[in-house]
């Protein structure tokens, strides 16, 4: 029997179901501009009957991509104003970004790397070997955080030759991979490939991106567990979307999910302001709204950080809920509290 192929055009979507014929030419126009590839795993997930399926509207290109809004950016988070050298972006002061490769096992219709990522190509030798020397030179670099595309669409071998020349750099301690490969293509967790991805002498996570507890199949947790029972901590990463995790039921059929399988969830993004996204973009106050329904109605394991990448490269900030008032001033200050459940408590308690 054949081997099911990756989906990477909107003629191979329309054979199988996913778009109808009549759409495929304003698809093209899509795929032309950004990359398309859908994975056996995701597409068997799809259902062919739901106009809103929510693994189809990450992953099946939309017209609506063509459709770019004055205030987004073709680099939203402003990679490239912290990039020192190609592969290397050095936003923070104790962590550096390491883009091995721009490609993905899947390509998501909200990714904020949309115009960078799908050319068929690694970070070529020369300019990996610059960039290990960049964090080599650099001491106050503590974390190196593996990312692209995706680094574990790369052979064993590369990802190994990559982890032994970190492992060999004494002030690097962390070692993170961000990973969409355990859903898109678990069978691509071999055990050649999870000893390649681990670092003697430093601590490696695992960092999954996950949306919909749809996609944590049979298959994607047993690639999970295999990362989990070789000693790498796992972390969830979601970007909260439209029509795919925005209501509270499944945002916590999600969070609970990913803390089934060892996953401790840790970021749940405000989707970034890419070209072409609006369609999938919330407010922030139904991100708010969202983390309220999760506090106290599910497992403090349960809980991500809401966090907004600020556009042109500020960094990371918490943008959850507020749940903590002072009132008074100097020395009769107080704080009114809100409890999960929406009442109001003075702290201290008044005597």
């Not at 996913?18 to 501009?33: G, I, K, S, T």
């Not at 398309?36 to 795993?41: E, I, M, R, S, T």
């Not at 106050?140 to 593996?146: D, S, Y």
Request: charged share 25%; hydrophobic share 40%; aromatic share 4%.
């Amino acid at each position: 029997m054949p081997k099911p192929q990756i989906l990477r055009s909107p003629a191979q979507l329309r054979d199988h179901g996913l778009v109808p014929p009549e759409r495929v030419d304003a698809l093209d126009e899509v795929a032309r501009r950004y990359a398309v590839a859908l994975p056996p795993a995701l597409a068997a997930l799809i259902d062919r009957g739901d106009a809103r399926d929510p693994i189809a509207r990450q992953f099946v290109p939309d017209a609506c991509e063509l459709e770019a809004r004055p205030q987004e950016l073709a680099d939203p988070i402003g990679d490239d104003a912290h990039s020192p050298l190609p592969g290397i972006v050095h936003r923070y002061p104790d962590r550096v970004l390491l883009k091995l490769t721009q490609i993905c096992a899947v390509y998501c219709r909200f990714c904020f790397r949309r115009e960078t990522v799908g050319k068929p190509d690694a970070l070529p030798r020369a300019a990996l070997d610059a960039a290990l020397d960049y964090i080599r030179s650099r001491a106050g670099i503590w974390e190196v955080i593996l990312t692209g595309g995706d680094p574990l669409v790369l052979s064993a071998g590369r990802l190994r030759e990559v982890m032994k020349a970190l492992a060999a750099i004494d002030h690097v301690k962390v070692v993170r991979i961000h990973t969409r490969v355990p859903v898109a293509e678990p069978e691509r967790i071999s055990a050649e490939l999870v000893r390649a991805m681990k670092a003697k002498g430093k601590a490696v996570y695992v960092a999954v991106h996950v949306n919909h507890p749809r996609e944590l199949t049979a298959a994607a947790r047993a690639a999970i567990a295999r990362i989990a029972d070789a000693g790498m901590p796992l972390l969830g990463q979601s970007v909260l979307l439209a029509g795919v995790n925005d209501t509270p039921e499944v945002m916590s059929a999600l969070m609970r999910a990913l803390v089934e399988c060892r996953i401790k969830p840790y970021y749940l993004h405000h989707a970034d302001l890419a070209p072409g996204t609006a369609h999938l973009r919330t407010d922030i106050e139904t991100g708010q709204e969202l983390m309220r329904a999760l506090r106290g109605h599910a497992s403090g394991l349960c809980q991500p950080t809401y966090v907004l990448d600020i556009p042109g490269g500020a960094g990371k900030s918490p943008i959850g809920p507020h749940y903590l008032e002072r009132v008074g001033a100097n020395g009769s200050a107080r704080y009114v509290v809100e409890d999960f459940r929406g009442q109001r408590h003075h702290y201290p308690p008044p005597l």
